[in-house]
Antibody, heavy 124, light 105 residues
Framework: QVQLVQSGAEVKKPGSSVKVSCKAS????????ISWVRQAPGQGLEWMGG????????SYAQKFQGRVTMTAGESTSTAYMELSSLRSDDTAIYYC?????????????????WGQGTLVTVSS | SYELTQPPSVSVSPGQPASITCSGD??????ACWYQQKPGQSPVLVIY???KRPSGIPERFSGSNSGNTATLTISGTQAMDEADYYC????????FGGGTKLTVL
């Protein structure tokens, strides 16, 4: 099964940007969609969008359109999520998750592997 | 936008069956899956494509999906099953239910 290892915790000022990485090992990477899901303190899961590394095509949830950018490096088996114009309500744990089904579009019916999560704290 | 509704909490006695529901418009026409999340941990897939169990998930976890409701059932619930459970489906994007806290009393 694929292992996903994320970058460490971040503390950011309001208005700044954060970039979180997710490195995959032990399985296929390029042809499987990687999604980003966040969880605010004490709250539920929220999908932000996903990317298929081999195509470089990303699909974003409407809520984050214009503020999020997802990229991936095939040679490094690493996916990235950058969120800009940070606000205090962006404080959350950010997870990457892998869709085990291949395809040409981000259509993720389930995620079989999750990263350990990256805590992003937005505070002045 | 599409919504999935779960009860905020469910309580069960050890050894008894527990059922957690997930409701959405014509959810039975979509695939549903379920995740278990324990405090401080990442979600773990316990049911996918309505009723399939990933390897390593105990047989006491089962799922069904029909009409407007998907159901996660845990037979013979154990103390270790106490966790938050989230349903998920796809509708022009990934949609999660609000989560259900399962308490094993």
């Amino acid at each position: 099964q694929v292992q996903l290892v994320q970058s460490g915790a971040e503390v950011k000022k309001p208005g700044s940007s954060v970039k979180v990485s997710c490195k995959a090992s032990g399985g296929t990477f390029s042809s499987n969609a990687i999604s980003w899901v966040r969880q605010a303190p004490g709250q539920g899961l929220e999908w932000m969008g996903g990317i298929i590394p081999i195509f470089g095509t990303a699909s974003y949830a409407q809520k984050f359109q214009g503020r999020v950018t997802m990229t991936a490096g095939e040679s490094t088996s690493t996916a990235y999520m950058e969120l800009s114009s940070l606000r205090s309500d962006d404080t959350a744990i950010y997870y990457c998750a892998r869709d085990p089904q291949g395809g040409t579009t981000v259509t993720s019916y389930y995620f079989d592997s999750w990263g350990q999560g990256t805590l992003v704290t937005v505070s002045s | 936008s599409y919504e999935l509704t779960q009860p905020p909490s469910v309580s069960v006695s050890p050894g008894q069956p527990a059922s957690i529901t997930c409701s959405g418009d014509k959810l039975g026409d979509k695939y549903a899956c379920w995740y278990q999340q324990k405090p401080g941990q990442s979600p773990v897939l316990v049911i996918y494509q309505d009723y399939k169990r990933p390897s390593g998930i105990p047989e006491r976890f089962s799922g069904s999906n029909s009409g407007n409701t998907a159901t996660l059932t845990i037979s013979g619930t154990q103390a270790m099953d106490e966790a938050d459970y989230y349903c998920q489906a796809w509708d022009s994007g990934v949609v999660f239910g609000g989560g259900t806290k399962l308490t094993v009393l």
